[in-house]
């Protein structure tokens, strides 16, 4: 794990040396600063993780580079704004050029189908409170839904994918609207009908996770669950992020 803030690395190392996971137990944390001059090490996986929205426009594209070379999987992650999908897409663009392939959300490597500006592709995972959480924000509720934008790209093809939902699904009386981005570089909206549990019908193409959404016009589902693939790394895992403040 790179970082430069020190607290940041005094609290990772107290919350990984309590982990299940022995890989995040055995976990070296070292501080180094983030930008032009970052020195990762060959890994398995490297994650960029809220970081690029701190940076100047030459580091960013100088630590994606670097990620790039050193890695055999790549996932950077931002806030879910439209600025920070524009980093994204701009990460996404310096991957492709370096020969990877896009793994997620996309089913495909080619130009992101949504058109600048009228939109941008994000998701939401809910998240716990703290009771200090609930105090330092002024809010009530024991959740809090966090909106990103991501993409993980590797160097080897990733399982084909015939579309991918973008949207949370409209539920409508007797059917169920899927907004997706097809592996044919398009967006497409198609209509189902709901299974008797409620869930969108089973035909449905393969799906992001449930908390996909994709637009200001987009709801969170009482209980949602999403985040990033999980990506099993060839080799020990190089990480670099910024803690968020509340």
Same mark, same amino acid.
């Given at each position: 794990?790179? &970082? =430069?803030?020190e607290p *940041?690395l005094a609290?990772g /190392?107290?919350?990984?040396? +309590?982990?299940?996971?022995? !890989?995040l137990?055995a976990?070296?944390?070292?501080?180094?600063?983030?930008?032009?001059?970052?020195?990762?090490?060959?890994?398995g996986?490297?994650?960029?993780s809220?970081?690029?929205?701190?940076?100047t426009?030459?580091?960013?594209?100088?630590?994606?580079?670097?990620a790039?070379?050193?890695?055999e999987?790549?996932a950077?992650?931002?806030?879910?704004?439209?600025?920070?999908y524009?980093?994204?897409?701009?990460?996404r663009?310096?991957?492709?050029?370096?020969?990877?392939?896009?793994?997620?959300?996309?089913p495909?490597?080619a130009?992101?189908?949504?058109?600048?500006g009228? &939109? =941008?592709?994000?998701? *939401?995972a809910?998240?716990? /409170?703290?009771?200090?959480? +609930?105090?330092v924000k002024g !809010?009530?509720?024991?959740?809090?839904?966090?909106?990103?934008?991501?993409?993980?790209?590797?160097?080897?093809?990733?399982?084909?994918?015939?579309a991918?939902?973008?949207?949370?699904?409209?539920?409508?009386k007797?059917q169920?609207?899927?907004?997706?981005?097809?592996?044919?570089?398009?967006?497409?909206?198609?209509?189902g009908?709901?299974?008797?549990?409620g869930?969108a019908?089973s035909?449905?193409?393969p799906?992001?996770p449930?908390?996909?959404?994709?637009?200001r016009?987009?709801?969170?589902p009482p209980?949602?669950?999403a985040g990033?693939?999980?990506?099993?790394?060839?080799?020990?895992?190089?990480?670099?992020?910024?803690?968020? /403040?509340?």
């Amino acid at each position: 794990m790179l &970082d =430069w803030a020190e607290p *940041a690395l005094a609290l990772g /190392r107290e919350l990984a040396a +309590r982990a299940p996971s022995a !890989a995040l137990r055995a976990a070296r944390w070292r501080r180094a600063r983030i930008d032009a001059a970052l020195d990762v090490p060959p890994s398995g996986l490297v994650t960029v993780s809220y970081v690029l929205g701190e940076l100047t426009p030459a580091d960013r594209t100088a630590v994606v580079d670097a990620a790039a070379g050193a890695a055999e999987a790549v996932a950077v992650v931002e806030p879910g704004t439209p600025d920070g999908y524009r980093r994204i897409i701009e990460a996404r663009d310096r991957l492709v050029a370096a020969g990877f392939h896009v793994a997620a959300p996309c089913p495909h490597s080619a130009a992101c189908p949504i058109e600048e500006g009228t &939109d =941008w592709c994000h998701f *939401a995972a809910r998240v716990s /409170r703290s009771s200090l959480h +609930r105090q330092v924000k002024g !809010a009530s509720l024991a959740w809090e839904d966090e909106k990103f934008s991501y993409v993980a790209a590797t160097r080897f093809p990733p399982g084909p994918a015939t579309a991918r939902v973008v949207r949370l699904p409209q539920t409508r009386k007797g059917q169920v609207l899927l907004d997706l981005c097809r592996a044919t570089e398009e967006l497409s909206r198609e209509t189902g009908r709901p299974s008797p549990s409620g869930r969108a019908p089973s035909t449905a193409p393969p799906a992001t996770p449930p908390g996909a959404t994709r637009g200001r016009r987009a709801r969170t589902p009482p209980l949602t669950r999403a985040g990033p693939a999980s990506l099993s790394p060839a080799a020990p895992a190089c990480s670099t992020s910024r803690c968020r /403040r509340p």
